[in-house]
């Protein structure tokens, strides 16, 4: 089952600009896959029908979710444990960019605090 986040544009017009709907955010049973090179987390979003590749840090996940460190397997569980957190997070995200996102520790610090 995929989890599914819609997310809601602030309401403003923007320059005369009319109310436009707001993204439909979903994100695939996939599991996230592990960038060791730029030790990242990424996984797939589908952002109103298309595939759009978002991760999230190593730092984030050792520091907000419980990895206690950087190898795969560990943070591959550490995503599944905040997997509804760090979608609500990536769909916020979107929300403010339009598109990919890389979520970073402190996107977190900021949501908690």
Do not use: K, Y
């Not at 996939?30 to 987390?41: I, K, Q, S, T």
């Not at 890389?102 to 996107?107: I, T």
Request: glycine share 10%; net charge negative; proline share 4%.
């Amino acid at each position: 089952m995929s989890a599914d986040v819609s997310t809601a544009r602030d309401g403003q017009d923007r320059a005369g600009a009319g109310n436009a709907a707001a993204p439909r955010v979903t994100f695939p049973d996939e599991p996230p896959v592990f960038d060791g090179a730029n030790m990242l987390m990424r996984f797939v979003v589908d952002l109103d029908g298309e595939p759009v590749v978002c991760a999230i840090t190593a730092e984030a996940l050792e520091d907000h979710f419980g990895a206690d460190s950087a190898l795969e397997a560990v943070l591959s569980a550490a995503f599944a444990r905040g997997r509804a957190r760090i979608c609500a997070a990536c769909a916020e995200a979107i929300r403010e960019t339009g598109g990919s996102v890389v979520l970073h520790s402190g996107r977190f610090r900021a949501a908690s605090g």
